[in-house]
């Protein structure tokens, strides 16, 4: 020990440099006892395990002396590895290509799939549920072709090999390190019950560090997994460290812990296997013994002696036997018995168990893997623990997670066939498999309640156990599938016999589980939800497993297995029998959805008959058992019938779900599909008649099958009968015409699928694949020989690409049946046999009819069309004989008569369903027609209905009398009696034979008892009496039942050709010849008149005499003549009819007349706000008399005009918007960065433009004046707009008022003032009072004046100077203050403050100009950025510019400018200069040169009186035009170079003295030119770059060009503002005359200038002074700026008024792009990946989605940018779920997706993972909503999103 402490006490790095090279010499052991030393005292597990002192040490060792870093690198050097092996654990985004992967679990990380080639492979991305890890190499699990080119190259292979010495440290110190990390969990551990989660939990916490060591030594690769292999794996290092030395008391008691923990870890503990003992004696001994207590023996007291016993026998049948089973037959008995380890690996994956998986173990264990030794010895002992795991995980709390960790780890290891096999042989997996299943079971079962309650011996699952409601054994199960894929392993289960009868008695578990019980008098209390659990335990447990083995009895070879399990499935169902005590008929009442032996039947009959060339009667039982058999799934589809009959509504809602879930995709074909197959399988081997009877006995319809009038039902109610006669006849037809087991190919079964979905509704792709049944064909993976999904897709199918209308819903691409479809291949049976809701079939007729008349094939209401069937499969044969047996012949005999009488209950469907029976049975003629071998049975059943069994034959066969029998109330028992001449009474005597149908059940009874009596002698059977066949009463009916005679006289025939003539209503509908010119094409479609007509010219055409018959009946044509009884009830249902037609035509006129009312309405409501009537003047005192404008309110109706007391305003929307600030000048959108070098830069948009500006300006001249020479609200502005409804203001409070109390709210906040506009629901915050006002039609106005400029100059200075009439407090102007306070609250506070002392009324000023700027900016945006012909027109969207102006104004004017500074002055006077009075410090004003002339002018034309009149307008416009024109040459003067601006001086100097000099650009840019050249000029700044850019000449028309492009964004602004305030109309024109016609329109120019000669932008000038002289004036107070630096000058001289349209940033076409890039990007502000990260589609910005990390004052980080970038509106792109999410204040919305699959599909959440493209036309849509402010009105679903996104 001394050694040791003398070597803690050194440098670490150097005592393991020196160790080292002790055990590198020839006798090391000197060196190994140090090291021993060394290790027992740093790795001492009793130092706490969180300090890392220990840690370092080993590091230092390992690396002997190196830096550990440099040591990783060099071992990675040497990583022999051919497999990537990446783990990963949940929520990791991985890829999976199943044209590459042989095991369907194959998973590659992203990295080595994009580095291999998968192009046109059918793969897809996917979060990784569990985790999982890399198969990229193995080629086990996948074809090498899809290897990426690391590991296609096994780049591995060639590395050198290891120098011995580097790992020599490691072997001998990581031993102890792995020793020390077992004993620090050994110590941790308590059993779960004494303690809580959390001490777990602490102990792996501070195990975290050493944890993460050991999975870092895994990253090392190849070299060093070598190392650790041999160390986890080696027994006898084992066998020296594990117990610990002797002395050594610590490691003594933690081996002790260990041994303890061990005790329990079989399957059966300890004290169970005593319990069970003890169990033998006492009955129903509480606790562990699973199934045999709960069916301890018979329960105590029983008085019944004999029964005790065999009960008691019994007992132990059932309960003990399992257990007994559990421990004797497995021929494993280590299953049972505790653990032993023998190495390292064994007790880390103990304890890893222990521990219930902690992440960081299993990813070490699962890391590991890449090494071929560990990965077998791994494997063992994984099956090894596969009961304890298990065991453990139906204790644990956290079964979820534990559940995820289990098959990440099992996934690795099954999926690989070789080691699959390797363990099946080995170590038993199979049977530890089933017998682990079994015993979890076990731990939950129950007495099974169906048939007979007391005396049931059966059990099964209790569905409401945790076990089955959480799928806790769903990990047990997928890893059975898993291993059942391989081939080799599914042979030698199937091979093994005990396995095989394990396993029946596994799914007998599941037999008959959730028994639904009808409730009958009142309603269930509590609706358990168990069916969800029963429904997946039964998919899960008992068909995937099915599936499985199936797919591996394809072939001749494979016979014996499938013989195999047909049989003990019979041996499994005559045990369940038995155990239920089943004789013969059903429990009434009940039903279970749930028979797995049945079922495993079924589809190992129908594969063995079609894939293996099996006899099916090879394998039926007898006629008894197959009765049986048949009894449950027939009491399913009776029960499907009653639940759709609402006879189970008290049963709750849960019924109905069940009886949806039967068939829904992804369960039908593993429970509807084989139970109708079984039930065709049973119909084709027993007698027709028993099979038909037993059909209309369990659907309960018997008592309606008599001819009678009247009836007694004793089991339904009379709204019930209809329905559930309509059930068993469709069920009659499902079963006959079904084909799907019965001789279709897989391809024909996948079309006809897919044709029945595609009928119901168009069906996007994705739905489709969902919908389509998954089991006969995988879709995934092309079955070879087969027809791929999308070529079958592309057969029946056409893409309707998805359509846009801005502001419609989005529409995703779909398929749509081909019209060929429609016409041969819909099929009406598979489409009610497939649908989960009944409405989904009238869907499909409803497509039907509607593609019948559009092709203009049938108009009327068609009929379901009849469709041919696929030839049944020889063994299927029997199955016709049902369509040939006199029941069914009599049924249908009775129910055309019944039809024909108009008889209760019946309906078109009846009628429907009988012709499709009809048709079905001349379509499928019986080929042997032998007479049955028992004639003496034949004699007295049916003899006096039918002779024969031939539906041809019996077609024709008239029935005479038949004897029925009534209640005596029915009109068929008033009538006279029967005539007594001797004829008539002979006939009357031989009728009174007649049987009736009532038989039907009494047959069934005398069929079952003659097979079951076979035995006994044949004599017996003769002599039975006649009567049998009347005897059998409806229990429980009351006895006033009369028999009658009714006279019939008909035969099918005539009924089929009367029910043509009163379908037809016409009396001779078909005349004798009709047969003759018959033409068959056109009968595929129509109603039920074609149906009789085609169902006539068939059995025409297959005989004679039918043909002959036909005309008979035809010739006599006698009308009906219904007995008298019905004529009254005729008169009613005629006079019903009429009545209802009647009203319906009634209200069909009310709705129209409504909706015209509507109409009106609304259009007179739009029409109020249209821009000509409303812009309501103030006309002062003004002579002229003008009409009022009049308002409608919205709410009250009544219309008005707007007063002082009761003003009427616009509903509106006000919001903040950055939209303009986003504007660039280049054209092109800012492309969106997909690597890191690439970057987007904001400096270049027009928001920060104006800062800049305006920033500049602050530092040099005075604040009053700068606020006045710019506008603000390019980010953060006010936009106003309004759906053009008006209404009072006084109305929309109490509005307010009453949407307040109402608590439903409509994602819209009251309290913020939020509401929807009363009439067309659009979204509203505000109203904005209307001025009381007249109509703009004053001619005063408009009238073109003769004053001279300088006169009108003067009036406008008069204006200003002026101070408008205050008004008096009134309602009216305490609204519009209310408004403004609206406009304000509506944008941040940093966004209207940009004074130096925030608050002033300089601001205030600055706020309300800029937010008409921003309006009338924003309308020129949506006018699409110019007045050109599609921007004039534009004016669809309403304005309330003229309402805002007069509410802004009135506002302003309470601000008057002081007049030695107003603007105006410098304009239009060449003022003296003023001497500098002692004001030096005070700052300069801004220079007209630097000024926003658009600002000035929204300035003039607010502070001015209103109305203003239109002269004063037009001359403001024009002396701005003059200064924005100077501004046009000064700017354009600077960028020229030197040389070009001297000869344009001189040139132009030469035109001063000419006439038009004032008019001429050329004379005013000589002029600026030699102003600014004065003292401080700012040409000198001229740097290099500025003669690059002019580097081109410049020539008149390039400077015309340039002028008129500088002026003209003023120009259009003048335009719209002239447009609002006097109504002129903006006339459209072509983009190259876009100057001069505004020119017009402004009245700068006089008129509409000929084309010829081009429009020069200086004549348009008009100077009320010397031009000279003013532009003198205007260049010195640029050259006098004292302060200012010329560079300066020149940037604010130099504006950039071109800003184009607004645009999002332009994304990439692929969405991967995107992904694989920014969702690994880590946050620029929390410096971690984000767990949901989004991107704003304005900017660029990567932010955290509701990520707490980046959270402000509580905000999270997506609603602070778009507080800073949009002024609360955000469009974000959620990079995880390629969905957008919009942000508008308080409130969010999902938009959608703009990226779509190749089938024009959203794939919300990226679940399914196939690769997405832009599509362009939906962001335009985005980009258009976000230009034009919109989501609010567009997008209907808000919700708040308290800033937690």
Not at 186 to 207: A, C, F, N
Not at 1124 to 1130: F, I
Request: one cysteine or more.
């Amino acid at each position: 020990m001394m050694a040791a402490s003398l070597l803690l006490r050194r440098d670490k790095k150097a005592t393991a440099a020196h160790l080292k090279a002790d055990l590198n010499r020839a006798d090391n052991s000197s060196g190994v006892r140090q090291l021993q030393e060394l290790l027992d005292t740093v790795l001492n597990p009793e130092t706490p395990a969180a300090d890392t002192e220990a840690l370092d040490w080993c590091k230092c060792l390992i690396a002997g002396g190196e830096g550990f870093e440099e040591f990783c690198k060099t071992v990675r050097s040497y990583d022999n590895a051919t497999l990537c092996g990446l783990v990963w654990t949940a929520n990791f985004v991985a890829y999976r290509c199943r044209t590459c992967g042989i095991s369907p679990c194959m998973s590659l990380c992203a990295e080595c799939f994009n580095n291999g080639d998968h192009t046109g492979h059918d793969f897809n991305m996917f979060r990784s549920q569990a985790g999982g890890a890399c198969d990229c190499g193995d080629s086990n699990v996948m074809r090498e072709s899809g290897f990426c080119r690391r590991h296609r190259l096994r780049t591995g292979e060639n590395v050198p090999s290891i120098p011995r010495d580097l790992l020599l440290m490691s072997e001998m110190v990581l031993p102890h390190f792995i020793l020390c990390i077992i004993q620090y969990l050994r110590d941790g551990y308590v059993e779960p019950d004494t303690s809580t989660e959390r001490d777990l939990q602490k102990v792996l916490q501070q195990l975290e560090p050493q944890i993460s060591f050991l999975e870092e030594l895994t990253k090392m690769g190849g070299a060093m997994r070598t190392v650790l292999t041999k160390i986890l794996t080696n027994q006898q290092t084992f066998k020296e460290l594990s117990m610990g030395q002797e002395e050594n008391l610590y490691a003594k008691k933690n081996y002790d812990k260990y041994l303890s923990a061990l005790q329990n870890s079989g399957l059966v503990s300890v004290e169970e296997k005593a319990q069970a003992a003890a169990a033998d004696v006492t009955v129903g001994a509480e606790g562990g013994a699973g199934a045999m207590v709960l069916l301890g023996t018979t329960a105590p007291g029983s008085p019944d002696e004999s029964s005790k016993e065999e009960d008691q026998d019994a007992g132990q049948s059932v309960g003990q036997r399992k257990r007994v089973k559990l421990s004797s037959s497995t021929k494993d008995p280590c299953i049972i018995e505790s653990l032993k380890h023998k190495c390292f690996l064994e007790e880390l994956l103990f304890w890893t168990i222990k521990y219930e998986f902690p992440q960081k173990m299993v990813t070490f264990l699962l890391n590991m893997l890449p090494d071929q030794d560990y990965k077998i010895t791994f494997t063992k002992t994984f099956v090894q623990h596969y009961a304890f795991i298990m065991k453990t995980l139906m204790k644990s709390h956290e079964s979820d997670t534990m559940s995820n960790r289990i098959v990440h780890i099992s996934v690795q290891l099954f999926s690989n066939e070789e080691l699959a096999r390797h363990v099946t042989e080995e170590c038993h997996l199979l049977d530890i498999m089933v017998t682990v299943l079994l015993y979890m079971m076990e731990s939950c079962l129950i007495k099974s309640e169906l048939q007979d309650e007391e005396n049931s011996r059966h059990v099964v699952v209790n569905c409401s156990e945790a076990l089955l409601k959480n799928n806790t054994y769903w990990p047990l199960v997928s890893d059975f599938i898993n291993i059942l894929s391989h081939q080799s392993v599914a042979k030698k289960f199937l091979e093994d016999h005990s396995l095989l009868m394990l396993w029946m008695s596994f799914v007998s578990f599941f037999q008959g589980m959730n028994l639904n019980k009808r409730e009958l008098n009142e309603h269930v209390e509590f609706e358990s939800q168990t069916y969800y659990a029963a429904f997946a335990a039964e998919l899960e447990a008992c068909a995937q497993p099915m599936w499985g083995l199936l797919t591996h009895c394809k072939v001749k070879e494979t016979q014996e297995y499938s013989k195999t399990v047909v049989r003990y499935c019979l041996e499994t169902l005559q045990i369940w029998f038995d155990a239920i005590g089943f004789i013969d008929e059903p429990a009434p009442n009940q039903v279970t959805f749930h028979l797995p032996l049945h079922r495993y039947y079924a589809m190992f009959l129908s594969k063995a008959v079609k894939c293996q060339g099996l006899d099916l009667d090879s394998l039926l039982p007898d006629q008894e058992m197959l009765m049986k058999i048949m009894v449950h799934p027939l009491q399913i589809q009776a029960c499907l019938s009653e639940i759709h009959s609402n006879m189970w509504v008290r049963n709750g809602l849960q019924i109905k779900g069940q009886a949806m879930t039967y068939v829904q995709s992804h369960f039908c074909n593993s429970m509807i599909d084989p139970d109708i197959y079984l039930l065709q399988v049973c119909a084709s081997r027993l007698d027709p008649d028993y099979f038909i009877s037993s059909v209309f006995e369990r659907f309960k319809v018997v008592d309606l099958l008599t001819m009678a009038s009247q009836h007694q039902n004793a089991v339904l109610d009379s709204e019930q009968e209809r329905p559930m006669l309509e059930g068993a006849l469709t069920f009659l037809v499902i079963l006959t015409s079904l084909r799907v087991h019965l001789g279709m190919t897989d391809d024909e079964i996948l079309r006809g699928e897919m044709v029945s979905q595609l009928c119901m509704n168009d069906r996007t792709h994705s739905a489709l694949l969902d919908l389509i049944p998954e089991n006969p064909n995988p879709k995934s993976g092309i079955v070879p020989g087969s027809c791929s999904f999308e070529e079958m897709l592309s057969a029946v199918a056409d893409f309707k690409a998805p359509v846009f209308e801005p502001g419609g819903s989005m529409q995703q691409g779909m398929y749509t049946p081909k019209a060929e479809v429609w016409e041969k291949e819909f099929d009406p049976i598979m489409v009610v046999l497939r649908t989960v809701y009944r409405r989904d079939v009238q869907s499909a007729m409803d497509r039907y009819s509607a593609f019948l008349k559009q092709s203009g094939i049938h108009t009327g209401n068609p009929w379901p069309p009849y469709k041919e069937r696929t030839a049944l499969h020889p063994c299927y044969k029997g199955l016709i004989k049902l369509l040939h047996c006199k029941t069914l012949h009599i049924v249908i005999f009775t129910l055309l008569y019944k039809i024909w009488m108009d008889h209760q209950n019946m309906s078109e469907h009846v009628l429907c369903m009988v012709l499709y029976l009809i048709e079905l049975g001349l379509d499928n003629q019986v080929q042997d027609n032998k007479e049955d071998e028992e004639p003496c049975i034949e004699e007295h059943c049916h003899d006096s209905w039918f002779p024969g069994t031939n539906l041809l034959s019996n077609l024709h066969h008239v029935i005479n009398f038949v004897r029925v029998r009534v209640p005596e109330t029915a009109p068929e028992v008033k009538r006279e009696a029967p005539p007594s001449t001797s004829t008539e009474a002979s006939s009357y005597g031989q009728n009174l034979r007649e049987a009736q149908v009532f038989s039907l059940v009494a047959e069934r009874r005398r069929k079952f008892q003659e097979i079951i009596n076979r035995s006994n002698t044949e004599a017996t059977q003769v002599v039975r009496p006649k009567s049998s066949s009347t005897r059998w009463v409806p229990p429980g009916t009351p006895p006033q039942l009369v028999t009658e005679i009714l006279e019939i006289r008909e035969s099918m025939l005539s009924l089929l050709i009367k029910l043509h003539q009163k379908l037809s209503s016409k009396q001779n509908s078909l005349s004798a010849s009709w047969l003759e010119d018959m033409d068959m094409s056109r009968h595929t479609h129509g109603d039920g008149i074609t149906a009789i007509e085609r169902i006539l010219t068939k059995a025409a055409t297959r005989s004679c005499q039918i043909k002959r018959s036909i005309q008979d009946i035809c010739g006599k044509v006698c009308p009906p003549v219904p007995p008298k009884k019905n004529s009254p009830t005729d008169k009613k249902t005629m006079d019903k009819e009429e009545r209802r037609q009647r009203a319906r035509e009634r209200q069909q006129k009310l709705l129209a007349e409504f909706a015209s009312r509507q109409k009106s309405f609304m259009e007179t409501a739009m029409d109020v706000e249209s821009p000509d009537t409303e812009a309501a003047m103030d006309l002062g005192g003004s002579d002229v008399m003008e009409s009022e404008v009049l308002y409608d309110c919205v709410i009250c109706g009544q219309s008005g005009p707007s007063t002082e007391d009761r003003p009427t305003g616009l509903v509106v929307l006000l919001q903040a918007s950055s939209v303009l600030g986003h504007r660039c000048q280049s054209k092109e959108a800012k492309k969106l960065p997909t690597s890191d070098e690439e970057h987007i830069y904001a400096a270049d948009t027009c928001g920060v433009a104006h800062d800049v500006r305006l920033t500049l300006m602050q530092r040099f001249f005075k604040d009053s004046s700068c606020l006045q020479s710019v506008s603000i609200g390019w980010d953060g502005g006010v936009y106003v707009q309004t759906c053009g409804h008006t209404l009072h203001i006084d109305c929309h409070k109490s509005y307010m008022e009453s949407l307040r109390n109402d608590q439903v709210l409509q994602g819209f906040s009251v309290d913020k003032g939020e509401f929807t506009c009363p009439l067309c629901r659009q979204f509203a915050n505000s109203v904005l009072p209307c001025r009381p006002g007249r109509g703009t039609e004053a001619g005063a106005w408009h009238t073109p004046t003769n004053k001279k400029t300088f006169v009108l100059v003067k009036e406008v200075e008069d204006l200003q100077e002026k101070l408008g009439p205050f008004s008096t407090e009134s309602n009216l102007s305490k609204e519009m203050e209310l408004v403004i306070k609206d406009i304000k609250n509506t944008t941040q506070k940093k966004y209207m403050d940009y004074g130096k002392n925030p608050g002033s009324p300089d601001n205030d000023f600055l706020f309300m100009y800029s937010v008409a700027r921003t309006n009338l900016e924003l309308e020129l945006v949506h006018r699409g950025g110019n007045l050109c012909s599609g921007g004039a027109s534009a004016s669809a969207k309403r304005s309330c510019l003229n309402q805002l102006f007069h509410v802004l104004a009135m506002h302003m004017r309470l601000y008057s400018i002081d007049s030695a500074y107003n603007p105006w002055t410098k304009l239009t006077q060449v003022l003296q200069v003023r001497e500098a009075d002692g004001f030096d410090d005070e700052r300069p004003e801004v220079p007209m040169l630097f000024r926003d002339v658009p600002s000035l002018l929204i300035i003039f034309v607010l502070t001015m009186p209103q109305p203003l009149r239109k002269e004063h307008f037009t001359c403001v416009v024009k002396m701005l035009y003059n200064l924005q024109f100077t501004q046009a040459v000064a700017a354009l003067s600077t960028k020229f170079s030197p040389e070009e601006r001297q000869a344009w001086s001189t040139s132009g100097a030469l035109k001063k003295n000419v006439a038009n000099a004032e008019t001429s650009f050329e004379a005013l840019l000589s002029h600026v030119i030699s102003e600014l050249s004065e003292d401080k000029s700012v040409y000198k700044v001229k740097t290099e770059e500025t003669s690059m850019l002019s580097s081109s000449v410049w020539s008149p028309q390039s400077i015309e060009f340039s002028l008129q492009q500088f002026c003209l964004p003023f120009l259009r602004l003048s335009c719209l503002l002239q447009h609002h305030l006097y109504g002129d109309n903006l006339t459209g024109c072509q983009e190259e005359e876009e100057f001069a016609s505004l020119a017009v329109c402004l009245g700068l120019l006089p008129s509409a200038p000929q084309p010829a000669n081009i429009v020069h932008s200086a004549s348009c000038l008009s100077w009320a002074v010397s031009a000279f002289g003013l532009v003198t004036q205007w260049c010195a107070e640029v050259t006098g700026l004292s302060q200012m630096q010329a560079e300066q000058s020149l940037t604010l001289l130099v504006q950039e008024p071109q800003w184009t349209a607004p645009r999002l940033l332009q994304l990439p076409d692929n969405y991967n792009i995107i992904f694989q890039y920014y969702h690994r990007k880590a946050c620029t502000a929390c410096k971690k990946v984000p767990k949901d990260p989004a991107l704003c589609l304005v900017c660029g910005a990567f932010v955290c989605l509701k990520g707490v990390c980046c959270k402000q004052q509580g905000i999270c980080e997506c609603v602070l940018h778009s507080q800073h970038c949009g002024a609360a509106t955000g469009i974000f792109l959620l990079i995880n779920a390629s969905v957008i999410i919009i942000i508008r204040g308080h409130r969010f919305c999902l938009w959608g997706s703009v990226y779509l699959d190749a089938h024009g599909e959203e794939d919300r959440d990226l679940r399914r993972g196939k690769p997405l493209f832009l599509c362009e036309e939906r962001y335009r849509v985005l980009e258009q909503q976000w230009g034009s402010h919109t989501f609010d009105h567009i997008n209907k679903r808000w919700g708040p999103h308290y800033n937690g996104l």
